[in-house]
């Protein structure tokens, strides 16, 4: 299936399990990515393996076009890695953005982008894509000076990358978003007359109204969003209606309001149901820093968030984790059905309560 690029659930480490790219793509992401994958452990960790093959093994309820990302500075070792999941995946994905202290150290993501390591980039797309069955993409931030990114951009066309897409930051070790993304590189990269293949734009996409700025002012091919996707889900349904109904933009604005952002607790209940209907893709620390994004996405400055933060990190099963959400944020969110039925339990145990009386 060739992957439609319109709207795109980035790779974000521990973030990308399948339920959270499902309950993405249930709410209108057209591809969606894997974190990124470490070819070496690909190769030689068998674990390692068979986990994110377990992972990629499930359903989408709809079509939806699966990314795997990977990373390296080897092609030999790139190849042997791909090689591995490409049966499981719509395309596989360079990693060359990259700014964590550890890929500088291994020498990979954005530390390639310098022009001395662009021989090595583009014999590790050209080689990817010889050898894979499914289409080769690249995810690149900017090159240093920033008008040598679509010199870049073109080399990796020529080397047969299949569409590219940049996060218009330089790279910082130290800080992953130093500044704000500059949107004018991503038109520039769009208006290269050489470069024919989509490109895509990441960053800048903080809240509904920057949907439709980010796409109108860059002309870019598609959007891919990657932080603010983890505390609200529901930014893809906003784009949709406002590119695909008749709904004009200030009634778009009016009618998803802050307001009517879906319940943090509702979204975080339904991403728990995922967890348990495809079990073991999803480590328990991975779901409870998702049910820390969903909460604090509306509710960070509430005064229990630090008591919210704690009590999750007690959690030991999906169970604790529902039990938590169902009855102790309900009562710090002041929305209990019947509070004279609950017990306080910070400092002891809390009652057998019928979770069902409380709303959701």
């Excluded at 590189?185 to 293949?197: A, D, G, H, P, Y």
């Amino acid at each position: 299936m060739s992957p439609n690029l319109s709207f795109i659930a980035a790779p974000m480490v521990n973030q990308s399990d399948f339920p959270f790219r499902r309950l993405t793509a249930h709410y209108g992401a057209t591809t969606v990515y894997t974190q990124m994958l470490s070819p070496e452990r690909l190769i030689h960790d068998q674990e390692y393996l068979e986990f994110h093959r377990r992972d990629l093994e499930c359903i989408h309820e709809k079509p939806v076009s699966t990314v795997v990302q990977l990373c390296g500075n080897n092609a030999a070792e790139v190849v042997e890695a791909g090689r591995k999941i490409q049966d499981l995946c719509d395309a596989i994905d360079l990693n060359l953005g990259c700014p964590q202290e550890v890929a500088r150290d291994g020498h990979f993501g954005a530390y390639l982008l310098g022009q001395k390591d662009w021989p090595v980039v583009e014999n590790i797309v050209s080689c990817m894509a010889q050898s894979f069955k499914v289409p080769v993409s690249t995810k690149i931030r900017l090159c240093q000076p920033s008008f040598k990114t679509v010199e870049l951009a073109e080399r990796l066309q020529a080397s047969g990358s299949s569409w590219i897409t940049l996060h218009a930051r330089t790279v910082s070790s130290r800080r992953r978003r130093q500044g704000a993304a500059d949107l004018s590189e991503v038109k520039r990269l769009k208006q290269s007359e050489s470069l024919t293949i989509p490109v895509i734009s990441n960053g800048n996409v903080r809240g509904f109204g920057d949907l439709s700025k980010n796409l109108e002012y860059t002309g870019a091919d598609g959007l891919m969003v990657g932080e603010t996707l983890l505390g609200n889900p529901w930014l893809v349904v906003l784009l949709f209606l406002v590119f695909n109904t008749l709904v004009n933009l200030k009634n778009c604005h009016s009618i998803f309001s802050n307001d009517a952002l879906p319940d943090p607790v509702a979204i975080s209940l339904e991403y728990l149901d995922l967890c348990r209907s495809y079990p073991e893709v999803a480590t328990l620390q991975t779901i409870q820093t998702h049910i820390r994004h969903f909460i604090d996405f509306q509710c960070t400055r509430r005064p229990w968030s630090k008591k919210l933060r704690a009590s999750l990190n007690t959690c030991k099963t999906l169970d604790d984790i529902e039990h938590l959400l169902r009855v102790k944020v309900q009562r710090w969110r002041g929305m209990l059905d019947h509070p004279s039925q609950e017990v306080d339990s910070e400092d002891g145990d809390e009652q057998d309560l019928d979770v069902d009386a409380y709303i959701i």
